[in-house]
């Protein structure tokens, strides 16, 4: 459906007032002779934190109302901290997009990181208006917040994969699932049966869908699943030794140097005894002569990916009053790019004790 974008007109008649009434409050002050009383303040403020409308000059002037200005928020802090870079490759390709499309990009950074997320709360939903739209990503999102943003129609896609009531809510994700049950079938083709998975699993997409691909491709070889508990490195090699693992799928989560280092001093060798498959870069990875074997998260491609597709719901939005058609469908909204494998010298076949007897 095409998407509507408040304005100072539909404020004015949630809140009851005109529209001068609703500019007024907006600038703080009334002309002389104008009283506005407290309840119709609260009233007008009230319709604009429900719409999440912002006055924007500056688009106001412009034929059609936009202003080529489109947002990025980040739920974490934006840049690198202790050598770990998470949102690079992504701000790479929304910077390649942008000077494609000929558009300038605003970041929000207003919102303070509180107990590790920002929050799009009070002032922030007005912020968003700045833009004509907005891309959104991070690991630690809100979803009451997404939900509001979906209830005011204000144009915004999520980098990464997000579910939401309806299938509304537009993404361009990563195909997890599908990426680390092809993981699981490289071990196999290898000889490996004791295969291990170390990872959160927690309620995050990406989480979910790593371990459903695990899972998947696991139960499809009628092979048992062993998830291995990394709260504690030392504690987490002791039950790989003690269930004779042969292999070990990495979440990005977790430190693989780490459960190496612990491995070594049981004397178990990678890849030789215990193979290393990386699911998507590592957070937490440190210089030694290692090529990790598994696959990449495209997140340059990703954020290329997910500004044109902003761009068009912007398109969409500002021809929705002359045209009811719309023009994306769900493959255009919903889009997950595969993930491609990386050969590295983390993987080996498996141990011959293991071939033999599984």
């Known amino acids: 459906m095409p998407r509507h974008r408040f304005t100072q007109a539909d404020v004015a008649a949630m809140a009851g007032v005109s529209q001068s009434t609703v500019s007024f409050v907006l600038n703080g002050n009334a002309p002389i002779g104008v009283r506005i009383s407290e309840e119709t303040r609260n009233r007008v403020l009230e319709a ?3 719409t999440g ?11 059609g109302g936009r202003n080529q200005i489109l947002g990025v928020f980040t739920y974490e802090k934006t840049f690198p901290r202790g050598g770990r870079d998470f949102y690079g490759g992504f701000l790479n390709g929304i910077e390649r997009a942008a000077e494609q499309l000929g558009v300038d990009m605003l970041l929000f950074t207003s919102a303070r990181v509180v107990d590790g997320r920002r929050r799009l709360t009070r002032d922030g939903w007005q912020r968003l208006g700045l833009a004509d739209g907005c891309l959104l990503l991070g690991q630690r999102e809100d979803q009451s917040e997404l939900q509001h943003l979906l209830d005011t129609n204000y144009p915004f896609v999520f980098i990464g994969k997000r579910v939401s009531e309806g299938g509304r809510l537009p993404y361009v994700g990563a195909d997890y699932v599908e990426a680390t049950a092809r993981q699981v079938g490289r071990l196999r083709a290898l000889g490996h049966t004791r295969i291990g998975y170390v990872g959160p699993q927690g309620a995050d997409q990406a989480s979910i869908d790593r371990i459903d691909g695990y899972t998947r491709a696991m139960r499809a070889d009628r092979l ?8 504690d490195a030392q504690a987490g090699a002791d039950e790989i030794v003690e269930r004779r693992l042969t292999a070990i799928l990495v979440a990005p989560e977790q430190s693989p140097d780490e459960i190496v280092d612990a491995l ?15 699911l998507g870069q590592s957070h937490h ?3 030694r002569d290692v090529s990790w074997s598994g696959f990449t998260v495209p997140r340059e491609e990703m954020g290329a990916r997910a500004l044109v597709l902003l761009s068009r719901i912007v398109d969409e939005d500002s021809r929705a009053a002359s045209d009811s058609r719309s023009r994306l469908d769900d493959a255009d909204l919903h889009q997950m790019l595969p993930c491609p494998d990386v050969d590295g010298t983390s993987l080996a076949p498996a141990p011959i004790s293991e071939r033999t007897h599984p």
């Open 48 to 50: 604009i934190r429900i």
């Open 224 to 231: 048992p699943l062993r998830f291995v508990d990394m709260h």
């Open 53 to 63: 409308y912002s006055a924007n000059p500056v688009a106001q002037r412009l034929a």
């Open 285 to 287: 990875l440190r210089q």
């Open 264 to 278: 070594g001093q049981r004397g178990v060798r990678m890849p030789d005894d215990v193979s290393f498959l990386l």
